[in-house]
């Protein structure tokens, strides 16, 4: 317990002083301590299902805690819910927008804190305020526009002006760069250090240790739903933050030889997938992959990666052009369905594991199988050999230390972690030619993270062709061995690995990057 | 030419009168469509208030004591769908599909319970109905070609439901677009989250949408019964209810599309009922009644099948409204 101010000490936003909440038989929080001096930027991590969120939540009146007490600007008090958390002045950025789509920015800034039963005073009253905002803190955002229309970073603005429209002098950011690329990161920090220059208090929850080190004053580490440790930023590094939010020590970047790819596997030409309006997804992406290397395609989520995922793994059809596994050419004319991609050694982790990759209601043995139940081993003439199944799934859980290790229990009941190495367990364990992995580590804890990344790479060690897809730019860029960019369904531009950083990644992602003559990729 | 337009301004006159339940049906599913809340029982209500009018009237001779129990009725099925898919998350449609068969039996079985006359109520005498109203000048007015005659004839001479309902159109568009009821009221049926958390009751809204709803809806079936008609007879709503729902969504849950969809399925009711008995010219055959009647339904389903756009719902309709834990 460094650096913890007592109640009484001056200039402190927040003081939460044994905070404790169960969730039936979970204990979300236990006796959670914090103090966050005014006019700092507080960061909170830890890993998921640590309690970071549910803290927060109580804190804007979501939850009610079991016990404990908040005190805000060393006043105690009693948050039930949202209305009282505005009224003491704190504001909330929530890792999913809560905007209304169809409305314009300034009926989503007016929605709750209207000046009166018709709308016209409140809707000059907001254009004053969010004018005079946007000056003080360099938040443009048109504020006419319908949010719909906006980029995601400028929704996120649009949440900040609304908790700043309402008075708040707290505010707390829950994950807010999931969504964001390297550059309206940037942007979202350089806003973040204006509120704080001018007095606002901010508390940033994540899971990313760069963003931490990149813009925190001091920070709180969680694990397991308690506080283990408070830094100051200046004084403490990522190693440490990393073993402290997992209890061991753990490497935060894959070691990986030098890949030695051999022939292609896969080669896709000139590949479109149109969607139910006829607008290109996918749009003429040619790429080659070859066995014993890990093709990386990043981008923004949403420009066409899931699509061009689903089309090679035959989830999708293909509207132009073609791929070829070995002397089987896939086109809008030959097509062949998943199962069929699956015979032909093409071995998928879907993107969205929940709604593609298992049955959050089937147990993990049933989950084990999917895509492989047809096979001998698991199927007598009528019925499924489930004594075969069982077996077969506590193997793999095994091999791929998913905890905890039961195969009746239901796959839901796994953590994301634990389900994503069930899925990778499923399609590894057939030593697949080609392996397509869709977003990994997504939602999943740095330890798994870990054990993820050291398999994947072993599978291409062994001569596996793998296609990874992120939108984590850390993930691609330690994991992949050459990196394809994808902006509006185009491959926008191909760089080896070791030349790449995060800003000319960022760059290709907005497609504002310049290629010379030779290919060179420059900012 | 002076007959066609004698009949052009009476299918008008009538298009206005049998639009009329249909705009004020269309306006209380605008209400609770755009808190978030499907209401598919505005069949029901329409039905069972326009029982409760009737019934209320014959006793006390006013159709306004009429009215007010219609609307008291209406308003208390609109709570019970509340209480079922509000409170307690329930299937919405299903909801409504319980309240219009509970409509449909219960105002038969009170019905003869006490009037004893196979389910209807008791003709009303004139002066226990909505009586027309004429406009000033209407009489004045009406010796100018078209333009005096079109007011005298179609505009005046309306009972003052009619005129309720139609002025209630820009004025549902003034609440939900103008006023600050309006605004949450649109935020709740598009993203419910975002209006818990900023700190206003979700259920409390919806509640009070389709309190508005049962409002309106209870006009809609005292006019019914007590003003376009002097009785309740069994079944008598006969799909008004859903065709306002149609109109609703034609007009994409906005109050003047809504309005212009209700007038045509109105106008095609009112050529219906105008060309009843007339010959085709030149042959021995009446025009096939039947068909037109059916045209409203037939459309109904032409037009939902897609020929209208896209019509986008509210983006939460339908879901029950569930904190998350």
């Known amino acids: ?523 | 030419m002076e007959q066609s337009i004698v009949i052009l301004l009476s299918v008008l006159d009538g298009t206005l009168r049998v639009s009329t339940p249909l705009v004020l049906c269309a306006m209380a599913g605008l209400f609770s469509e755009r808190s978030g809340t499907v209401d598919i029982s505005l069949e029901g209500k329409l039905l069972f208030s326009a029982f409760a009018a009737a019934a209320v009237t014959y006793v006390t001779g006013s159709p306004w004591v009429g009215m007010v129990a219609a609307i008291a009725i209406s308003f208390s099925l609109s709570m019970l769908h509340g209480f079922a898919c509000v409170t307690h998350n329930g299937n919405q449609v299903v909801s409504g599909v319980a309240i219009n068969i509970l409509a449909s039996g219960l105002t038969v079985v009170l019905g003869i319970a006490f009037f004893r006359q196979g389910g209807q109520t008791p003709t009303l005498p004139k002066d226990a109905r909505f009586t027309p109203i004429e406009l000033p000048f209407a009489e004045a007015l009406d010796s100018i070609p078209f333009i005096g005659q079109l007011y005298a004839q179609v505009i005046s001479g309306h009972n003052i439901l009619v005129y309720l309902a139609f002025l209630l159109v820009p004025i549902t568009s003034w609440i939900v677009f103008k006023t600050r009821f309006g605004l949450r009221l649109r935020a709740v049926g598009e993203n419910p989250k975002a209006v818990d958390t900023a700190g206003i009751g979700v259920r409390a809204m919806r509640y009070k949408a389709l309190a508005v709803n049962g409002v309106l809806c209870g006009i809609a079936g005292a006019y019914l019964s007590t003003a376009q008609n002097a009785a309740f007879v069994r079944e008598m709503s006969a799909g008004q209810g859903y065709i306002a729902l149609a109109a609703l969504i034609f007009g994409k849950w906005r109050p003047k599309t809504a309005m212009l969809a209700c007038l045509m399925f109105g106008l095609l009711d009112a050529i219906a009922i105008r060309l009843q008995g007339v010959m085709i010219p030149g042959t021995e055959t009446e025009v096939p009644v039947t068909l037109i009647q059916a045209l409203p339904y037939i459309l109904t389903v032409i037009l939902l099948a897609g020929f209208i756009g896209k019509a986008i719902p509210p983006k939460a309709i339908g879901i029950p409204y569930v904190k998350e834990r």
């Open chain 1, 1 to 523: 317990m460094t650096n913890q101010s007592s109640p009484s000490s001056a200039g402190t936003a927040i003081e939460l002083s044994g905070i404790s909440k169960a969730f039936g038989p979970v204990q979300a929080n236990s006796d959670v301590n914090l103090s966050v001096p005014k006019g700092t930027i507080h960061g909170i991590i830890g890993e998921n299902g640590a309690g970071k969120s549910t803290l927060m939540s109580i804190l804007y009146g979501f939850y009610e805690a079991d016990s404990g007490e908040v005190f805000v600007n060393e006043k105690k008090v009693s948050i039930r819910n949202s209305n009282d958390a505005i009224a003491t002045g704190i504001g909330m950025v929530h890792q999913h927008f809560m905007l209304v789509d169809t409305f314009s920015v300034l009926e989503n800034v007016m929605l709750g804190a209207e000046s009166g039963e018709v709308l016209k005073d409140s809707i000059k009253k907001a254009e004053t305020e969010l004018t005079r905002l946007e000056k003080e803190y360099g938040l443009h955002v048109p504020i006419h526009s319908l949010i719909e229309d906006l980029p995601v970073g400028q929704q996120q603005r649009v949440e900040i002006l609304k908790a700043l429209y309402r008075g708040a002098e707290i505010l707390i950011l829950d994950e807010p760069t999931g969504v964001l690329t390297p550059q309206e990161t940037d942007q979202l920090f350089k806003i973040l250090e204006a509120l704080r220059d001018q007095g606002v208090t901010v508390i940033l929850i994540t899971h990313k240790l760069r963003e931490i080190m990149a813009i925190t004053d001091n920070v709180s580490v969680m694990r397991h739903g308690t506080m283990v440790a408070h830094r100051k930023t200046s004084e403490t590094d990522r190693e440490e933050l990393a073993e402290l939010m997992v209890g061991r020590k753990v490497r935060t970047k894959a070691d990986k030889q030098k890949a030695q790819p051999k022939e292609t596997k896969l080669k896709v030409e000139n590949l479109s997938v149109f969607d139910q309006f006829n607008v290109a997804r996918v749009d003429n992406v040619s790429l080659d992959l070859r066995a014993g290397e890990i093709v990386g395609i990043a981008g923004v989520s949403g420009n066409g990666q899931s699509e061009l995922l689903e089309a090679l793994s035959g989830i999708e059809a293909v509207s132009k052009g073609s791929f070829t596994l070995g002397d089987i050419t896939i086109d809008a004319d030959n097509p062949k369905n998943a199962k069929e991609m699956r015979d032909l050694g093409l071995a998928h982790v879907p993107e969205d594991r929940l709604h593609l990759g298992l049955v959050p209601s089937f147990s993990a043995h049933e989950s084990s199988i999917l895509g492989y139940h047809r096979d001998k081993e698991f199927n007598g003439p009528i019925l499924s050999k489930v004594g075969n199944i069982v077996n077969y799934c506590a193997r793999i859980m095994n091999d791929f230390d998913v905890r905890p290790q039961d195969p009746s229990l239901k796959s839901a009941n796994f953590s994301g972690g634990n389900q994503q190495k069930l899925i990778l367990a499923r399609e590894m364990d057939r030593d697949p030619p080609i392996l397509l992995v869709g977003q990994p580590t997504r939602g999943v804890d740095i330890g798994a993270i870990e054990f993820i990344h050291q398999q994947i790479i072993a599978m291409r060690d062994a001569g596996c062709a793998v296609l990874l897809v992120s939108v984590e730019l850390e993930e691609i860029m330690s994991l992949a061995d050459r990196i394809l960019v994808m902006f509006e369904g185009r491959v926008v531009g191909e760089i080896e690995a070791d030349k790449a950083d995060e800003k000319i990644l960022g760059l290709m992602m907005a497609n504002a990057h310049k290629t010379s003559p030779d290919g060179e990729i420059t900012a």
